[in-house]
């Protein structure tokens, strides 16, 4: 990897690249990047875990979520998760629908590592619903759901920062010592655009990360998707919050075997990189391309109102140490005020419907 951006470097008038081209590398080149290689990354033995790792009922929830939202809106029931990493949401989704739910389904996979679409093949190879494809934009005319999770905070961004009452891009080069960071004036115009249309005004000291590829992805998911819903769960910051001086030092950050790493220019290929999402830039840009926002809501408080307290009841058993307690309390964990989900929200908007909030959750 390191010779691979050394060669980016040099081919750059000014021998330096953006972070965007930066993480771009780290996390997406065919051979080298994070993403792409075969190494496990989500769940003890990785780098990181997410809400399907502690719980098979998130996946099994937003299954019986879906199949209402399909009754209420009219719609075939088609499903796309956009990532599905090891597949153990697709797998709990999967299996609840078959147990339960019992009409037809399709569930589509877009999977851009190769390492993570054999694990998926392999762990879902007992449903024949199941699609893989490599591109989002294989599909056509697309009604149904198109779902992500953590997708949005893997995307590359550039990063800006403000000294002095001026605006600078960050950018990496390579010095004896390896990967550093220089500033050089900010001449981005797709950033200085993100700027003016997000109406963000950074303070003196302060950094961002600039989503630039946000937008093309909105864009792409709303080509597709002709009718239905856009359910995005992630982490991130509404502009008042980025505001906040707490935030003065952006977000982005790398996990290593379960570390949090403040600088992402260690161990490249070889270190998640992720950052938090500009939620109001994800509204606003899905309005302007027909993705009519709906709600948002904490994972908590979405999992609250798609009926998670009704598991418990369904669920319970008396032996503190049995397969049904050990899942009560991850399904506690999914809700507690600490926990995971409420670091996330579930963003949804709609396409070509005219629903409301309270049809989302109606009985």
Known sequence: ??????????NSPTRLISYADFIGAALYHPQLGYYMKDKQKIGRLGDFITT??????YGRLIAKWFSRICKIANLEPVFCEI???DGRFAQSFLEEWHETIHTSLQYIIVETSPFHRNLQKELLKNYPSVIQIENLMELQAFEGVIFSNELFDALPVHVIEKGHGQLFEVMVGYQSEGLVEKK??????????FLRESDLALRDNQRIEIPIAMEKMLQNISNVLSKGFVATADYGYTNEEWMNPRRAEGSLRGYYQHRMINNVLEYPGEMDITT???FDYLIQKGEEVSLRFLTKLRQDEFLLKTGILKELEDHFDPNPFSEVSKRNRAIRSLIMPSGMSSYF???????????????????
């Open 1 to 10: 990897m390191d010779k691979y951006l050394q060669q980016l470097m040099s």
């Open 52 to 57: 399907s790792n502690i719980s098979d009922v």
């Open 83 to 85: 990532g599905a990493g």
């Open 184 to 193: 050089i004036p900010l001449e981005n115009e797709d950033i200085l655009r």
């Open 276 to 278: 938090h999402i500009h």
């Open 345 to 363: 929200h579930i963003i949804i908007q709609q396409k070509a419907l005219q629903l409301s909030e309270s049809d989302l959750f109606s009985v």
